[in-house]
């Protein structure tokens, strides 16, 4: 009898298991990852929240991965050290690819000021499945939004490697949507992503006029 | 201006988010952890994949966490020693919580030997949406069927600290289920599985003939 080639081992385990497309035709939807990412006060868990929230009255499943969710449960081991603030991104990044796997719409709010730990939760999500979105506001209206009062602790010294005041924050080179949130109200934003979830073949239907 | 209470400011988070009543409008199922426990070979990880499925097929949306999606993603970063092992069924834990908030039926395969890590998940998880399912069958039974080859290479010497073998197993005290692996087909404990799910109101629907 001939061994078995790579081929039937993977179909051997595909067989196991219940098929992607299985999934979309349940949910009428495809799983993806919907990275916001942009300084503390440009708007990433109000997006976040809102989207998630209009996604589920159209029928659709989707679920928001934020710092209330995560830093007390999961992630509630970790610091705020350089070492651990990368970790917590990649765990974040792999949980989120495991919610897309699911077929669920993974909303993520965080700041995540490296270019690497995205591209790092891009690659576990997998082709097809990252979208990563700028969250753009100037330093200054952020700072003025303060709406957690962490600029401020910064500013005065309380709180050390403060993303755009004493860290760096590197934009994305080419983001898979650029939202001007200093300048564009909230509605706007949510048609705009919704728009991104459509033109990607992540939900379909009409645009809402 | 009065200063607003708690229950005002509970009032506004809770406002801003999804309610748990309206993703079980959604998805017709309240979200819950059925974690399966016992024995390498006992047939968690055989359960978990059937049920998915006929949930799936029956228009129920369930998840599979195990070995396959996890120690290669979110735990790639720890081995086996206890602390490890420890801090591997943490995250499995709250990753499974994070699936049962958002709806879904997470359905984690794991030999989870400790009562203390497995209470830990049920903390996480929540009130009424922890199930512990014994997977159980004798040891010579598992290690008869040794599908992995992991019981021969413990006997060896090769693996250590190998739950049954030089590692200890805690028997569920008072699980909810407790299915007799060694003497029940898969599909008579699938069955049995459904029917835990529906008394516990987790789905809806009468019992299949």
């Given at each position: 009898?001939?061994?078995?080639?790579?081929?039937?081992r993977?179909?051997?385990w595909?067989?196991?298991?219940?098929?992607?497309?299985?999934?979309r035709?349940l949910?009428g939807q495809?799983?993806?990852?919907?990275w916001?990412?942009g300084l503390?006060?440009?708007g990433?868990?109000t997006?976040?929240?809102?989207?998630?929230?209009r996604?589920?009255r159209?029928?659709?499943?989707a679920?928001?991965?934020?710092?209330?969710?995560i830093r007390?449960?999961l992630n509630?081991d970790?610091?705020?050290k350089?070492?651990?603030?990368?970790?917590?991104?990649?765990?974040?990044g792999q949980v989120?690819a495991?919610?897309a796997d699911a077929?669920l719409i993974?909303?993520?709010?965080?700041?995540?000021?490296?270019?690497?730990?995205?591209?790092?939760?891009?690659?576990?999500?997998?082709?097809?499945?990252f979208?990563?979105v700028?969250?753009?506001?100037p330093l200054?209206v952020?700072?003025g939004?303060?709406?957690?009062?962490?600029?401020?602790?910064a500013?005065?010294?309380?709180l050390k490697?403060?993303?755009?005041i004493d860290a760096p924050?590197?934009s994305?080179?080419?983001p898979d949507l650029l939202l001007?949130t200093a300048?564009?109200s909230v509605?706007?934003?949510?048609?705009?992503?919704?728009q991104?979830?459509?033109?990607?073949?992540?939900?379909?239907?009409?645009s809402?006029?």
């Amino acid at each position: 009898m001939a061994k078995p080639t790579a081929a039937d081992r993977n179909l051997t385990w595909q067989a196991g298991g219940v098929s992607q497309a299985a999934r979309r035709r349940l949910l009428g939807q495809r799983g993806c990852v919907l990275w916001l990412t942009g300084l503390s006060g440009s708007g990433k868990s109000t997006l976040a929240t809102a989207l998630e929230k209009r996604l589920i009255r159209q029928g659709r499943l989707a679920y928001v991965l934020d710092g209330d969710n995560i830093r007390h449960g999961l992630n509630a081991d970790l610091g705020f050290k350089p070492a651990d603030r990368v970790e917590n991104l990649r765990r974040i990044g792999q949980v989120a690819a495991l919610f897309a796997d699911a077929g669920l719409i993974a909303i993520t709010a965080f700041i995540s000021p490296y270019r690497s730990t995205r591209e790092a939760a891009r690659s576990a999500a997998g082709p097809g499945r990252f979208l990563e979105v700028f969250c753009h506001a100037p330093l200054a209206v952020c700072e003025g939004r303060d709406t957690k009062g962490l600029y401020r602790r910064a500013r005065a010294g309380e709180l050390k490697d403060f993303t755009g005041i004493d860290a760096p924050y590197e934009s994305p080179r080419s983001p898979d949507l650029l939202l001007d949130t200093a300048n564009t109200s909230v509605a706007a934003c949510v048609r705009r992503l919704e728009q991104l979830l459509r033109d990607r073949k992540i939900i379909r239907g009409r645009s809402p006029s």
